[in-house]
């Protein structure tokens, strides 16, 4: 059974930092690409980053560029998200998601795994 589980999440001021980890079991890590999406209340899911296999090839969205990086430890099969410089506007649950492959997708169908999801809220 596949399970990704994100945990880091919480309640912080504007300019803050926050890390997100999404531990995965069940499917062999090195051979899936990771991906995080936001949803925020009434919005679609949208993407935030992704990371190859090998960890050396992050992709990010143009509106965390330069503030998010993601990161992932292979030997523990756990996919980080460090957020910097938060916003009110990056008020959102956070997903990770696993997709096998070689590709750096960024649509939500493009992705067969999913956590749970972790709410960041961040007020001004």
């Known amino acids: 059974q596949v399970q990704l589980v994100e945990s880091g999440g919480g309640s912080v001021q504007a300019g803050s930092s926050v890390r997100l980890s999404c531990a995965v079991s069940?499917?062999?890590?090195?051979?899936?690409?990771m991906g995080w999406f936001r949803q925020a209340p009434g919005q679609e899911r949208e993407f935030v980053a992704a990371i190859s296999r090998s960890g050396r090839t992050p992709y990010y969205s143009d509106s965390v560029k330069g503030r998010f990086t993601t990161s992932r430890d292979n030997a523990e099969d756990t996919v980080y998200l460090q957020m910097n410089s938060l916003k009110p506007e990056d008020t959102a649950v956070y997903y990770c998601?696993?997709?096998?492959?070689?590709?750096?997708?960024?649509?939500?169908?493009?992705?067969?795994?999913w956590g749970q999801g972790t709410q960041v809220t961040v007020s001004s």
């Open positions: 069940g499917l062999t890590f090195t051979t899936h690409v």
């Open positions: 998601a696993a997709r096998w492959g070689v590709d750096l997708p960024t649509t939500v169908k493009e992705y067969a795994y």
